[in-house]
Protein backbone atom coordinates (compact mmCIF):
# COMPACT_ATOMS: atom_id res chain seq x y z
CA UNK A 1 0.00 0.00 0.00
CA UNK A 2 2.75 2.54 0.77
CA UNK A 3 4.85 1.70 -2.87
CA UNK A 4 1.31 2.38 -4.35
CA UNK A 5 0.87 5.63 -2.58
CA UNK A 6 4.45 6.55 -3.27
CA UNK A 7 3.72 6.40 -7.02
CA UNK A 8 0.35 8.07 -6.74
CA UNK A 9 2.39 10.87 -5.58
CA UNK A 10 5.34 10.89 -8.19
CA UNK A 11 2.63 10.55 -10.82
CA UNK A 12 0.64 14.20 -9.81
CA UNK A 13 4.05 15.61 -9.65
CA UNK A 14 4.68 14.90 -13.08
CA UNK A 15 1.28 16.41 -13.92
CA UNK A 16 1.87 19.26 -12.36
CA UNK A 17 5.02 20.08 -13.46
CA UNK A 18 3.95 19.56 -17.44
CA UNK A 19 1.21 21.61 -16.72
CA UNK A 20 3.45 24.48 -15.93
CA UNK A 21 5.82 23.91 -18.60
CA UNK A 22 2.86 23.71 -21.50
CA UNK A 23 2.85 27.16 -23.04
CA UNK A 24 0.11 29.16 -22.93
CA UNK A 25 -2.57 28.95 -26.33
CA UNK A 26 -5.66 31.24 -27.15
CA UNK A 27 -8.50 29.53 -28.04
CA UNK A 28 -8.77 25.39 -28.90
CA UNK A 29 -5.56 24.10 -30.70
CA UNK A 30 -6.30 21.69 -33.66
CA UNK A 31 -5.17 18.57 -33.24
CA UNK A 32 -4.26 18.20 -29.51
CA UNK A 33 -6.24 15.26 -27.28
CA UNK A 34 -7.40 15.75 -24.15
CA UNK A 35 -5.04 14.05 -22.72
CA UNK A 36 -2.27 15.59 -24.37
CA UNK A 37 -3.97 19.14 -23.45
CA UNK A 38 -4.15 18.13 -19.51
CA UNK A 39 0.02 16.72 -19.32
CA UNK A 40 -1.41 13.55 -18.35
CA UNK A 41 -0.80 10.97 -20.90
CA UNK A 42 0.13 7.43 -19.37
CA UNK A 43 1.48 5.87 -22.74
CA UNK A 44 4.63 7.75 -22.64
CA UNK A 45 4.64 8.92 -26.03
CA UNK A 46 5.38 12.65 -26.90
CA UNK A 47 2.18 14.67 -27.76
CA UNK A 48 1.35 16.78 -30.64
CA UNK A 49 2.81 20.26 -30.96
CA UNK A 50 0.73 22.97 -30.19
CA UNK A 51 -0.25 26.03 -32.72
CA UNK A 52 -0.16 29.37 -31.40
CA UNK A 53 -2.47 31.89 -32.64
CA UNK A 54 -0.15 33.27 -34.99
CA UNK A 55 0.88 30.20 -36.62
CA UNK A 56 -2.49 29.56 -37.12
CA UNK A 57 -3.18 32.90 -38.64
CA UNK A 58 -0.20 32.12 -40.92
CA UNK A 59 -1.67 28.99 -41.75
CA UNK A 60 -4.89 30.77 -43.05
CA UNK A 61 -2.81 33.59 -44.73
CA UNK A 62 -1.16 30.79 -46.46
CA UNK A 63 -4.32 28.86 -47.44
CA UNK A 64 -6.03 31.98 -48.93
CA UNK A 65 -3.27 33.12 -50.98
CA UNK A 66 -3.58 29.82 -52.87
CA UNK A 67 -5.15 29.71 -56.39
CA UNK A 68 -6.84 27.21 -58.41
CA UNK A 69 -7.32 26.97 -61.89
CA UNK A 70 -9.51 24.47 -64.00
CA UNK A 71 -8.87 22.63 -67.68
CA UNK A 72 -11.74 21.67 -69.63
CA UNK A 73 -9.72 19.56 -71.61
CA UNK A 74 -7.35 16.67 -71.10
CA UNK A 75 -5.51 15.34 -74.50
CA UNK A 76 -5.27 11.96 -74.85
CA UNK A 77 -2.56 9.90 -73.17
CA UNK A 78 -1.70 13.39 -70.94
CA UNK A 79 -0.91 11.97 -67.66
CA UNK A 80 -0.72 14.20 -64.32
CA UNK A 81 3.02 13.94 -64.06
CA UNK A 82 3.42 15.16 -67.18
CA UNK A 83 0.46 18.02 -66.52
CA UNK A 84 2.64 18.74 -63.73
CA UNK A 85 5.74 19.01 -65.49
CA UNK A 86 4.33 21.50 -68.23
CA UNK A 87 2.66 23.44 -65.53
CA UNK A 88 5.89 24.00 -63.10
CA UNK A 89 7.72 26.23 -65.51
CA UNK A 90 5.02 28.78 -65.45
CA UNK A 91 4.84 28.68 -61.58
CA UNK A 92 4.67 26.68 -57.98
CA UNK A 93 2.04 24.04 -58.29
CA UNK A 94 0.72 22.43 -55.37
CA UNK A 95 -2.00 19.97 -55.61
CA UNK A 96 -3.64 18.48 -58.26
CA UNK A 97 -6.25 16.35 -59.61
CA UNK A 98 -7.35 14.53 -62.51
CA UNK A 99 -11.23 13.55 -63.08
CA UNK A 100 -10.91 9.50 -64.99
CA UNK A 101 -12.78 9.04 -68.02
CA UNK A 102 -15.95 7.14 -67.88
CA UNK A 103 -15.15 3.13 -67.68
CA UNK A 104 -17.63 1.54 -69.74
CA UNK A 105 -15.98 4.15 -72.53
CA UNK A 106 -12.63 3.06 -71.95
CA UNK A 107 -14.42 -0.64 -72.17
CA UNK A 108 -15.23 -0.03 -75.33
CA UNK A 109 -12.10 1.55 -76.97
CA UNK A 110 -10.49 -1.30 -75.94
CA UNK A 111 -12.99 -4.08 -77.54
CA UNK A 112 -12.63 -1.97 -80.50
CA UNK A 113 -9.32 -2.13 -81.12
CA UNK A 114 -8.10 1.51 -79.44
CA UNK A 115 -5.91 2.15 -77.12
CA UNK A 116 -6.34 0.60 -73.41
CA UNK A 117 -4.53 3.34 -71.43
CA UNK A 118 -6.46 5.20 -68.86
CA UNK A 119 -7.20 8.96 -70.18
CA UNK A 120 -8.64 11.50 -68.40
CA UNK A 121 -11.63 14.27 -69.41
CA UNK A 122 -11.11 17.43 -66.83
CA UNK A 123 -8.72 18.47 -64.02
CA UNK A 124 -8.14 21.02 -61.28
CA UNK A 125 -4.54 22.39 -60.15
CA UNK A 126 -4.07 24.47 -57.44
CA UNK A 127 -1.09 26.83 -57.63
CA UNK A 128 0.50 28.56 -54.73
CA UNK A 129 0.23 31.97 -55.73
CA UNK A 130 -3.24 32.85 -57.16
CA UNK A 131 -1.67 35.87 -58.89
CA UNK A 132 0.46 33.12 -60.46
CA UNK A 133 -2.55 31.08 -61.14
CA UNK A 134 -4.51 33.92 -62.74
CA UNK A 135 -1.10 34.67 -64.64
CA UNK A 136 -0.57 31.36 -65.80
CA UNK A 137 -4.85 30.55 -66.89
CA UNK A 138 -4.75 34.02 -69.03
CA UNK A 139 -0.98 33.41 -70.62
CA UNK A 140 -1.92 29.78 -71.52
CA UNK A 141 -5.38 29.66 -72.66
CA UNK A 142 -6.14 28.82 -75.91
CA UNK A 143 -2.39 28.74 -77.08
CA UNK A 144 -0.38 25.74 -78.65
CA UNK A 145 1.18 23.14 -75.64
CA UNK A 146 3.87 23.09 -77.82
CA UNK A 147 7.03 20.99 -76.29
CA UNK A 148 9.30 19.09 -78.88
CA UNK A 149 7.84 18.38 -81.84
CA UNK A 150 8.25 14.65 -81.61
CA UNK A 151 6.20 15.12 -78.17
CA UNK A 152 2.62 13.67 -78.80
CA UNK A 153 0.99 17.02 -77.14
CA UNK A 154 2.90 19.25 -79.45
CA UNK A 155 -0.41 20.56 -81.34
CA UNK A 156 -2.65 20.22 -78.81
CA UNK A 157 -3.96 23.28 -77.08
CA UNK A 158 -4.60 24.45 -73.37
CA UNK A 159 -8.19 24.96 -72.21
CA UNK A 160 -7.40 26.39 -68.88
CA UNK A 161 -9.03 28.99 -66.55
CA UNK A 162 -8.62 30.69 -63.09
CA UNK A 163 -11.34 30.05 -60.49
CA UNK A 164 -12.29 32.98 -58.49
CA UNK A 165 -12.67 32.54 -54.62
CA UNK A 166 -12.49 28.85 -55.65
CA UNK A 167 -10.49 26.85 -52.99
CA UNK A 168 -9.26 23.05 -52.76
CA UNK A 169 -12.04 21.95 -50.12
CA UNK A 170 -14.63 22.97 -52.41
CA UNK A 171 -13.31 20.40 -54.76
CA UNK A 172 -13.25 17.73 -52.25
CA UNK A 173 -16.74 18.52 -51.25
CA UNK A 174 -17.96 18.07 -54.48
CA UNK A 175 -15.85 15.08 -54.88
CA UNK A 176 -17.01 13.62 -51.12
CA UNK A 177 -21.03 14.30 -52.19
CA UNK A 178 -20.51 13.02 -55.80
CA UNK A 179 -19.04 9.73 -53.83
CA UNK A 180 -22.09 9.60 -51.36
CA UNK A 181 -24.52 10.37 -54.06
CA UNK A 182 -23.04 7.64 -56.23
CA UNK A 183 -23.04 5.29 -53.28
CA UNK A 184 -27.13 5.82 -52.23
CA UNK A 185 -28.23 5.52 -55.68
CA UNK A 186 -26.49 2.84 -55.84
CA UNK A 187 -27.62 1.41 -52.56
CA UNK A 188 -31.17 1.98 -53.75
CA UNK A 189 -30.66 0.19 -56.44
CA UNK A 190 -29.95 -3.01 -55.17
CA UNK A 191 -32.32 -2.45 -52.97
CA UNK A 192 -35.24 -2.18 -55.36
CA UNK A 193 -33.35 -5.18 -57.22
CA UNK A 194 -33.85 -7.22 -53.89
CA UNK A 195 -37.19 -6.30 -53.35
CA UNK A 196 -38.63 -7.12 -57.16
CA UNK A 197 -36.67 -10.26 -56.31
CA UNK A 198 -38.85 -11.06 -53.21
CA UNK A 199 -41.99 -10.46 -54.70
CA UNK A 200 -41.12 -12.01 -57.68
CA UNK A 201 -40.19 -15.42 -55.65
CA UNK A 202 -43.17 -14.78 -53.38
CA UNK A 203 -45.29 -14.93 -55.98
CA UNK A 204 -43.82 -18.24 -57.48
CA UNK A 205 -44.15 -19.93 -53.90
CA UNK A 206 -47.70 -18.15 -53.94
CA UNK A 207 -48.48 -19.86 -57.83
CA UNK A 208 -46.90 -23.24 -56.57
CA UNK A 209 -49.65 -23.72 -53.70
CA UNK A 210 -52.23 -22.24 -55.42
CA UNK A 211 -51.78 -24.83 -58.08
CA UNK A 212 -51.25 -27.95 -56.05
CA UNK A 213 -54.80 -26.68 -54.21
CA UNK A 214 -56.60 -27.03 -57.30
CA UNK A 215 -55.09 -30.61 -58.11
CA UNK A 216 -56.04 -31.69 -54.40
CA UNK A 217 -59.15 -29.97 -55.37
CA UNK A 218 -59.28 -31.96 -59.16
CA UNK A 219 -59.02 -35.06 -57.44
CA UNK A 220 -60.97 -34.84 -54.32
CA UNK A 221 -64.11 -33.59 -56.72
CA UNK A 222 -63.23 -36.44 -59.33
CA UNK A 223 -63.23 -39.08 -56.82
CA UNK A 224 -66.65 -37.73 -55.13
CA UNK A 225 -68.36 -37.51 -58.37
CA UNK A 226 -67.55 -40.97 -59.26
CA UNK A 227 -69.04 -42.37 -55.97
CA UNK A 228 -72.13 -40.06 -56.06
CA UNK A 229 -72.80 -41.15 -60.02
CA UNK A 230 -72.54 -44.59 -58.80
CA UNK A 231 -74.58 -44.21 -56.36
CA UNK A 232 -77.15 -42.16 -57.92
CA UNK A 233 -76.76 -45.37 -60.95
CA UNK A 234 -77.97 -47.91 -58.37
CA UNK A 235 -80.34 -46.23 -56.88
CA UNK A 236 -82.10 -45.02 -59.86
CA UNK A 237 -82.73 -48.82 -60.97
CA UNK A 238 -83.73 -50.07 -57.76
CA UNK A 239 -86.06 -47.17 -57.53
CA UNK A 240 -87.65 -47.74 -61.53
CA UNK A 241 -87.72 -51.53 -60.61
CA UNK A 242 -89.71 -51.02 -57.62
CA UNK A 243 -91.91 -48.90 -59.33
CA UNK A 244 -92.52 -51.11 -62.09
CA UNK A 245 -92.81 -53.56 -59.84
CA UNK A 246 -95.71 -52.27 -57.73
CA UNK A 247 -98.29 -51.92 -60.23
CA UNK A 248 -98.00 -55.07 -61.49
CA UNK A 249 -98.01 -56.99 -58.08
CA UNK A 250 -101.63 -54.82 -56.54
CA UNK A 251 -103.05 -55.35 -60.26
CA UNK A 252 -102.27 -59.66 -59.82
CA UNK A 253 -103.40 -59.44 -56.40
CA UNK A 254 -107.12 -57.55 -57.51
CA UNK A 255 -107.23 -59.26 -60.25
CA UNK A 256 -106.74 -62.93 -58.57
CA UNK A 257 -109.46 -61.83 -56.19
CA UNK A 258 -106.82 -60.32 -53.35
CA UNK A 259 -108.57 -57.76 -51.04
CA UNK A 260 -108.17 -54.15 -51.46
CA UNK A 261 -106.83 -54.22 -47.99
CA UNK A 262 -103.72 -55.77 -48.81
CA UNK A 263 -102.63 -54.78 -52.01
CA UNK A 264 -102.51 -51.22 -50.23
CA UNK A 265 -100.32 -52.55 -47.36
CA UNK A 266 -98.03 -54.01 -50.09
CA UNK A 267 -97.54 -50.57 -51.99
CA UNK A 268 -96.93 -49.01 -48.91
CA UNK A 269 -94.42 -51.35 -47.82
CA UNK A 270 -93.07 -51.57 -51.55
CA UNK A 271 -92.89 -47.47 -51.14
CA UNK A 272 -90.94 -47.73 -48.04
CA UNK A 273 -88.72 -49.93 -49.77
CA UNK A 274 -87.65 -47.55 -52.38
CA UNK A 275 -84.49 -45.93 -50.49
CA UNK A 276 -82.93 -49.30 -51.42
CA UNK A 277 -83.58 -51.14 -48.32
CA UNK A 278 -84.63 -54.80 -48.55
CA UNK A 279 -88.12 -55.21 -50.26
CA UNK A 280 -91.11 -57.91 -48.50
CA UNK A 281 -93.75 -58.94 -50.84
CA UNK A 282 -96.56 -60.57 -49.63
CA UNK A 283 -98.85 -62.71 -51.68
CA UNK A 284 -102.14 -63.98 -50.92
CA UNK A 285 -104.41 -67.12 -51.52
CA UNK A 286 -105.45 -68.50 -55.20
CA UNK A 287 -109.45 -67.83 -55.15
CA UNK A 288 -111.33 -70.70 -57.15
CA UNK A 289 -113.73 -69.61 -60.38
CA UNK A 290 -117.32 -69.33 -60.36
CA UNK A 291 -118.50 -71.72 -62.14
CA UNK A 292 -121.50 -70.44 -64.67
CA UNK A 293 -123.88 -73.46 -64.42
CA UNK A 294 -124.63 -73.49 -60.34
CA UNK A 295 -123.53 -70.09 -59.10
CA UNK A 296 -125.58 -67.22 -60.02
CA UNK A 297 -123.01 -64.85 -58.83
CA UNK A 298 -120.67 -65.91 -62.08
CA UNK A 299 -120.33 -63.02 -65.03
CA UNK A 300 -123.29 -63.34 -67.82
CA UNK A 301 -123.00 -62.85 -71.10
CA UNK A 302 -125.61 -60.03 -72.31
CA UNK A 303 -128.31 -60.85 -74.52
CA UNK A 304 -127.47 -58.14 -77.03
CA UNK A 305 -123.80 -60.22 -77.12
CA UNK A 306 -125.34 -63.88 -77.17
CA UNK A 307 -128.20 -62.70 -80.13
CA UNK A 308 -124.79 -61.17 -82.19
CA UNK A 309 -123.21 -64.32 -81.54
CA UNK A 310 -125.66 -67.12 -82.00
CA UNK A 311 -128.48 -65.21 -84.01
CA UNK A 312 -131.17 -66.01 -81.17
CA UNK A 313 -132.42 -64.46 -77.80
CA UNK A 314 -131.13 -66.65 -74.43
CA UNK A 315 -134.23 -68.29 -72.71
Known amino acids: MAFLAKQGAAGAADTRTAQACKPAVDGPVPGDSP ?8 GGGASLPSLSRKKLEKLKEKYEKKGVVYISRIPPHLKPQKLRQLLEEHGEVGRL ?3 PEDPALRRK ?3 QGGNSGKNFTEGWVEFEDKAQAKQVAAMLNGQQMGGKRRSAYFYDLWCIKYLPKFKW ?3 TEEINYQKAVREQRLAAEVSAAKRERDFYLSRVDKAKAVTAMSERKRKRDGTTSGEQQA ?6 SAQAAAAGSEPAVAKQQLG ?7 GQQQQQQGKGGAGGAKVLRMYGQRQAKADPVTDAAAPMLSSGLLKLIAGKAPQ
Open 97 to 99: YLA
Open 231 to 236: AADGGG
Open 109 to 111: RKQ
Open 256 to 262: EGGSKDE
Open 35 to 42: TAAAGGGT
Open 169 to 171: DHL
